[in-house]
């Protein structure tokens, strides 16, 4: 029992920063919606330079990217973790999987609600 507690338990807050990091790596590296959602970032991000935003202008824009990116984070750990407990249909394991997925969506329209509403006001 102690083994599978050191498995799971963090030594310090060095440890939990790396595994925060590989968790993120893994995300990046396996999920494709991960780099879609990032290069898009990336793109809003150039876009809002060029159209000289307002720090809060910023400050939304970022912020709505970044809860499309860890919404989809969540949704891989959600996955990975019914894919864990069964590989066979479940109607509850593919709620688990649809309520992640939709909550993904969620934050991906208020994203683009988001950027709507700033580069809609500012092209006019």
Do not use: W
Not at 77 to 101: C, W
């Amino acid at each position: 029992m102690n083994e599978d507690k050191q498995m799971t338990s963090n030594k310090n807050f060095f440890d939990a920063l790396k595994n925060a990091v590989n968790g993120i790596a893994y995300g990046i590296r396996t999920q494709t919606n991960i780099k879609i959602q990032i290069v898009a970032a990336i793109l809003v991000i150039v876009a809002g330079i060029i159209f000289k935003f307002s720090g809060l202008e910023f400050v939304l824009l970022i912020f709505a990217c970044g809860l499309v990116f860890v919404s989809e984070m969540l949704n891989t750990a959600i996955e990975a973790t019914v894919n864990l407990v069964t590989d066979k249909f479940h109607p509850i394991a593919k709620v688990a999987k649809d309520v992640g997925a939709g909550a993904v969506l969620i934050a991906s329209l208020n994203a683009i609600i988001i950027g709507a509403i700033l580069f809609i006001g500012k092209i006019l």
